[in-house]
């Protein structure tokens, strides 16, 4: 079965093509990211404008990918319904609504935040130091953690899944895009921190390894998170460091250092202490922060005792491919009259 994906939740235009729920034969993503960085965050009139000029022009590539293939070789149609902005969530849910319709195909609307975990199915989606091959084996802790979202949840198959804790405040891609603003870092933040981040050495002789910041929660006998804490100490370290005139370039790269170690620590933990509890055979990551090298690191610790399952940096991303192919295991096709925009979609099941 080729489901045709559409994706557009909040700055990027995405369209794929998935067969069977596991391999892509086509994936092409727009986004108006670079318009973003001057304003350090997603204007969401922007992004929604900039989605209309796309949509079709991405549509036509990624058939064009795909062998050059036309809606007669598509069998359905999934669109991301929510969470996300309401501008930018219409373009995509109309325009496949509108193929629905026309072309006479079963529509599959799609909660993206499930759909992240779903990277880890995808054929491409197995980094080369996860557990290599393993396809995921239930029951799975998912881990999405992205510009919005910090979720945990324990799915004990497709159809079978529970919602077992979130943040309470910032998001951890939040915390890693309002920290890099603080440190005069570019947006999106998750990669400029992370690039700063590794430039500086912990290890190296002479380095004086001196600013500690909190891991908030991470003793918490809950699966919840908090990051706005964090957010806190990074105001009240930079100030310091100023006002002792120590806010050197050397000083910027180790709080970046320090603030992926704290965010990432916490992250890990609660997600190893959930795969204890829940007694699960894998642990799927997906979400733009799964996108960072040291959180791979630090799970990818466990691979022993768990299936650690991190997708590969183009997949934890949003894109359209996770969103054919969780329609592919959720097949619940409803009349595109039904299929409606909802920008508040919950996650907790
Ligand atoms: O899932 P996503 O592409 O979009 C949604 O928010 O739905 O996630 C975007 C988030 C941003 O907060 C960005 O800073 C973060 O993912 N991110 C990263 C990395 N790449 C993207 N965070 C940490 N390390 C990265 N390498
Ligand atoms: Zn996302």
Same mark, same amino acid.
């Given at each position: 079965m080729k489901i045709l994906g559409i994706e557009t939740s909040c700055d990027e235009t995405a369209a794929a093509v998935v067969e069977n729920?596991?391999?892509?034969l086509s994936s092409v993503v727009s986004t108006s990211l670079l318009l973003h960085d001057k304003t350090g965050g997603v204007i969401p009139e922007v992004a929604a404008r900039e989605q209309v000029k796309c949509m079709i022009p991405v549509l036509n590539a990624t058939m064009q990918q795909?062998?050059?293939?036309? =809606?007669? @070789?598509?069998d359905a149609i999934a669109v991301t319904v929510g969470p996300g902005l309401i501008g930018s969530l219409l373009v995509g849910v109309e325009t496949a609504k509108t193929l629905s319709f026309l072309y006479k195909k079963p529509l599959i609307p799609i909660n993206h935040i499930f759909a992240h975990v779903y990277a880890n199915w995808l054929k491409s989606g197995s980094d080369l130091q996860g557990s290599k091959g393993l396809t995921p084996s239930f029951p799975a802790i998912g881990l999405v953690v992205s510009g919005g979202h910090t979720e945990l949840f324990f799915l004990k198959n497709h159809r079978n899944w529970k919602w077992i804790g979130g943040t309470l405040d910032d998001a951890s891609g939040e915390a890693f895009d309002k920290t890099a603003r603080l440190l005069g870092?570019?947006?999106?933040g998750g990669p400029a921190i992370a690039a700063a981040a590794a430039k500086f050495d912990p290890d190296s002789i002479g380095t004086k390894f001196e600013i500690r910041l909190p891991r908030p =929660?991470? @003793?918490?006998? @809950?699966f919840n998170f908090s990051f706005s804490g964090l957010k806190t100490a990074v105001i009240r370290e930079v100030k310091r460091l100023k006002e002792m005139h120590e806010l050197t370039n050397a000083k910027m790269q180790e709080l970046a250092y320090e603030i992926q170690e704290a965010i990432t620590d916490v992250l890990v933990r609660k997600t190893f202490d959930a795969a204890k509890k829940y007694n699960v055979k894998s642990i799927l990551l997906g979400g733009g922060v799964a996108a960072n090298k040291r959180l791979k690191e630090k799970l990818l610790v466990h691979r022993s005792s768990f299936i650690v399952k991190v997708p590969s940096a183009n997949l934890c991303t949003d894109n359209a491919a996770v969103i054919a192919s969780m329609a592919y295991f959720h097949h619940k096709p409803l009349s595109w009259e039904k299929v409606q925009a909802e920008p508040n979609l919950s996650v907790e099941v």
């Open positions: 729920g596991r391999k892509i795909c062998n050059n293939a036309t =809606m007669n @070789d598509i870092l570019g947006y999106p =929660m991470m @003793d918490s006998k @809950d």
